[in-house]
């Protein structure tokens, strides 16, 4: 259903743009920061004010795991009279859908939109002089490949099994409970294509259409880019008082592609999942005549002579193994997921007169999360001799939640529970509504929220609370906070929300 805005925007033209980057005076006392409720996915609008002047406004990734272009756009309208028409700053953490998706839904938005300045991840950079850029890009885009040709090969040998079901009346129960399964792999599958694949068998190695589109306007408008890497501090002329600290992703690739220990690095587990070997180069190869598309020799596959006689007949056809290392395919998707998260753009901004930081991770997981702290140019710069990266969550007093409150998306002894402000808040961009149904095993991860909603005294505001058996409304309900703490904005419908806001203040 389409929804309207509640207040029709007013066109926004070259005469009613703020210019971005416009030199204002005043210090800054306080920031807002709008979460846009387009479903599970960020799309985060900050300004920062000096009195009722509004001194400076970053954008931070535009995406969702679902959605169509009518779904984005009374957002998007939304968002772009809310900006009066321009944004100082762009941040582009990571390239999954539920982060850049929107870019794609109505480029004219953000052709129209003013943009001083953009910021991606060092791993984005085409010419990073040590070329490990390029390497991993290079990786990733393998990785995509494969796990395009193996879902379409999955799915392909999926039906084939629902053919030679149908003729195997001996085998009817143990052929319906294999199809069962192979159709749930094949929805896990689709899952985590959604989010990491652009939907097309024949583009699925190439860059999702959110990040290419983004990119291609940027370079449409000469917007001036910075690729930034772990340890950059930057201060930027029109947003006096802030440094921007950025924390990963990691340079060092063992990182990028680090899991956790559940239970004492991140958060339990709700659902086990079991890694095998990966066969990137073997799905790369599928369905190539030369028959080189398993992971194992040809002297290990059967002859057209009496072993496959053998195994092709009646009630013996479970013992053939020509199929069962496509479910390495899962493993693949889940490395290629984390892979992704961990070369998020991490950054934490600090206000330089009251020490508070607002952090926002993108979607990064433990691996990135614990290289933040081997940060060598930051060693002992904190205070008391800390580590900088400690001491700026030691003062984080708002904190976007990672990865949709999974486990993996918040470290925990290296993470929240160095969170020692009494003033923290959080808001998480989970909405269990536009969700796939296997994500819902994870998201949200009942002991991180647990923890968040004791740390935060309640102050966790989430996209939407649908199904949530802890709700933190429950024990702080936001609206008692008043407007100029937190506030709704509703579509014309009264009940769709289209954004929530939170506000600090005594910067």
Not at 117 to 128: L, R, S, V
Not at 156 to 173: C, F, L, Q, T, W
Not at 392 to 398: D, E, I, P, Y
Request: contains cysteine; hydrophobic residues 35%; aromatic residues 8%.
């Amino acid at each position: 259903m389409t929804m309207q805005i509640k207040k029709a925007p007013k066109k926004v033209t070259a005469r009613t743009k703020r210019a971005a980057g416009a030199t204002l005076t005043g210090k800054l006392d306080r920031v807002s920061i709008r979460m846009y409720c387009l479903g599970t996915g960020d799309c985060f609008v900050i300004k920062f004010f000096s009195r009722k002047t509004t001194r400076f406004t970053m954008m931070i990734d535009c995406g969702s795991c679902r959605g169509t272009s009518e779904d984005f756009k009374p957002y998007l309208q939304e968002l772009l009279e809310y900006v009066n028409g321009a944004v100082d700053l762009l941040v582009v953490t990571h390239e999954h859908n539920d982060h850049v998706a929107g870019f794609a839904k109505d480029p004219a938005i953000f052709r129209e939109l003013e943009i001083k300045e953009a910021w991606f991840a060092w791993t984005e950079n085409p010419k990073d002089p040590n070329g490990h850029a390029q390497e991993l890009l290079t990786k990733r885009t393998k990785m995509r490949a494969a796990l395009q040709n193996a879902i379409t090969a999955f799915k392909d040998r999926h039906e084939n099994m629902k053919i030679g079901a149908g003729g195997d009346e001996d085998n009817s129960e143990f052929n319906r409970i294999m199809l069962d399964n192979s159709s749930a792999f094949i929805n896990g599958l689709d899952t985590l294509a959604t989010i990491n694949l652009d939907g097309e068998e024949e583009t699925g190695g190439k860059p999702l259409p959110g990040m290419r589109i983004i990119k291609e306007i940027l370079a449409e408008k000469k917007v001036k880019i910075r690729y930034l890497s772990p340890g950059d501090i930057v201060s930027l002329p029109n947003a006096p008082g802030i440094k921007f600290n950025v924390l990963g992703p990691p340079t060092n690739r063992d990182f990028i592609f680090k899991d956790g220990k559940a239970g004492k690095d991140v958060f339990q587990k709700n659902l086990t999942l079991n890694d095998s070997a990966l066969s990137v180069n073997a799905f790369l190869s599928l369905n190539n005549t030369e028959r080189n598309d398993v992971p194992f020799t040809s002297d290990y596959i059967a002859s057209d002579e009496a072993p496959e006689a053998i195994y092709n007949a009646s009630g013996n056809q479970w013992r053939k193994i020509n199929d069962d290392w496509l479910s390495s395919a899962g493993s693949l998707a889940l490395r290629l997921n984390s892979h992704i998260n961990n070369t998020s753009l991490a950054l934490a901004i600090e206000f330089e007169k009251s020490g508070k930081v607002l952090l926002f991770p993108g979607d990064a997981e433990y691996g990135s999360w614990e290289s933040w702290h081997q940060i060598k140019k930051w060693e002992k710069k904190g205070r008391d001799g800390k580590h900088l990266t400690e001491c700026l969550l030691n003062r984080t007093v708002f904190y976007k939640v990672g990865h949709h409150l999974s486990y993996n998306g918040t470290a925990l002894e290296k993470g929240i529970l160095m969170m020692e402000s009494e003033e923290l808040a959080a808001m998480a961009t989970l909405d269990r509504h536009r969700i796939a149904e296997k994500w819902k095993t994870t998201m949200p991860n009942k002991l991180l929220l647990q923890e968040l909603i004791k740390r935060c005294q309640g102050k966790l505001f989430v996209m939407d609370e649908f199904q949530f058996a802890n709700r933190p409304s429950n024990q702080l309900d936001p609206h008692t906070l008043g407007k100029k703490v937190y506030e709704e904005g509703l579509a014309e419908d009264e009940s769709t929300i289209l954004f929530k806001q939170y506000t600090i203040s005594n910067l």
